[in-house]
């Protein structure tokens, strides 16, 4: 049985992207913590497969097969929560696409897929879940996907890395505008092995070795890295779902491997005075002693990864 913290029996809830990697995990964890879901994926087959593992887990589950991003859509996959489940308690936004290019040649149609996805399918998502649990009158959840991207930028991902970015400001905005309803809202910040994880040079044997072989990530990923498998992601979605974190919301959580960590939000970190205002050339005598002396950081920290845990790219012979 579920902690009695963190039951979500009786609870409904909405995971886009679940198909599969993250959002299949953090369906997963829904379920083992008795909420009913509502399984969506852009594939069919993905989506009916993953529902029927739930179910097969004693799990309450339906899927619904629709691209997130446009208002019809998010209505659709509410609508299904209510018609199957009579309610909608927990909304997560993982569904998500990568088109990752350098600036000058990313395109336009590369720009657009990705924020129409990850940006808009948050919006339009969770705008009608909103109206939904505004109903119900008895608050809920709203947990949004974002990324490391978005808060720190990457190189090659313009679209991503800004569409994560106002994932995270739209949590911090919601979180306001729904606090009067008892809805929390929240954006989480995971780090695991996925397809999209693989594609990452320093990641990649890793992910690799343990989705080939079944070889565990060493310590310098699990423990430094923050970096695990989704399953490791999961319990942070019905912790956020559940009475246990009724307090918390407009927060930006990271979570990867054995480490849980919280984002801070971007704040002023140095100031300085000019009576009467600022001319450019007082700025310029003034910057590198004064307000911009120590600059910050922007991407996202390569893994140190130690030669001696570099893992074989080929099993060994018999």
């Not at 993982?94 to 395109?107: C, E, F, H």
Request: charged share 20%; proline share 6%.
């Amino acid at each position: 049985m579920p902690d009695p913290a963190i039951d979500l029996t009786g609870k409904a809830a909405v995971v886009t992207g679940s198909g599969r990697g993250l959002g299949l995990a953090y369906a997963t964890a829904l379920a083992a913590s008795g909420a009913a879901v509502v399984v969506n994926d852009v594939d069919p087959e993905a989506a009916e497969r993953a529902a029927a593992t739930l179910r097969g887990q004693g799990a309450r589950a339906v899927a619904e097969a629709v691209a997130v991003g446009t208002s019809e859509a998010a209505d659709r996959l509410v609508a299904r929560a209510v018609s199957e489940f009579g309610r909608l308690d927990v909304l997560v936004t993982n569904a998500g696409i990568l088109r990752d290019r350098v600036l000058w040649k990313m395109t336009d149609e590369d720009f657009d897929a990705v924020v129409a996805t990850h940006l808009k399918g948050t919006f339009t998502c969770a705008r009608a879940a909103a109206v939904r649990m505004r109903e119900q009158g008895e608050g809920g959840s709203l947990i949004l996907v974002g990324s490391p991207a978005g808060q720190r930028g990457n190189f090659g991902q313009t679209n991503y890395a800004a569409a994560k970015a106002g994932i995270a400001a739209m949590a911090r905005t919601w979180s306001m505008e729904l606090a009067k309803a008892g809805i929390t809202v929240n954006a989480i910040v995971p780090v695991a092995a996925t397809a999209m994880t693989e594609t990452i040079p320093a990641f990649a044997p890793y992910i690799q070795a343990l989705r080939e072989r079944g070889e565990a990530l060493p310590d310098f990923l699990r423990k430094g890295e923050g970096f695990g498998t989704p399953e490791d992601c999961a319990a942070l979605v019905p912790f956020l779902a559940s009475d246990a974190a009724r307090d918390v919301t407009g927060q930006c959580v990271g979570i990867g491997g054995d480490r849980i960590t919280l984002w801070s939000h971007p704040q002023e970190v140095n100031a300085a005075y000019a009576e009467g205002g600022w001319r450019p050339e007082a700025i310029a005598a003034a910057w590198h002693t004064g307000v911009g002396s120590v600059p910050q950081t922007v991407g996202i920290p390569a893994p140190k990864v130690p030669s001696a845990q570099t893992p074989a790219t080929e099993a060994p012979a018999a």
